[in-house]
Nanobody, 115 residues
């Protein structure tokens, strides 16, 4: 069983930055993909960015210029640095870890960007 705990969300003004962090614990296979998804009210959950344990990244087009994902394999953590935030980035951000048939989610952290 895998547990994911996110932190770092909050209320910021447009143009400011936030750094989200997620710590995974439990039975974790070394080769995995960790990432961040978000879900705004009335919308489907969507990928923001993900990073494999081998270092391959995948960003949503909307995140490529201002967001950076990083991870520490030894600590089973993944971070999302979000710069120049915009109101449309407001959502609940979820940490995700997956490998094989395992697909685990955190509880989510709220990010609100005011204009």
């Amino acid at each position: 069983q895998v547990q994911l705990v996110e932190s770092g969300g909050g209320l910021v003004q447009a143009g400011e930055s936030l750094r989200l962090s997620c710590v995974a614990s439990g039975s974790i296979f070394s080769r995995n993909t960790m990432g961040w998804y978000r879900q705004a009210p009335g919308k489907q959950r969507e990928l923001v960015a993900e990073l494999t344990s081998r270092g391959t990244t995948n960003y949503a087009d909307s995140a490529k210029d201002r967001f950076t994902i990083s991870r520490d394999n030894a600590k089973n953590t993944v971070n999302l640095q979000m710069n120049d935030l915009k109101p449309e980035n407001s959502a609940v951000y979820y940490c995700n870890l997956r490998w094989d048939i395992i697909n685990s989610w955190g509880q989510g952290t709220q990010v609100t960007v005011s204009s």
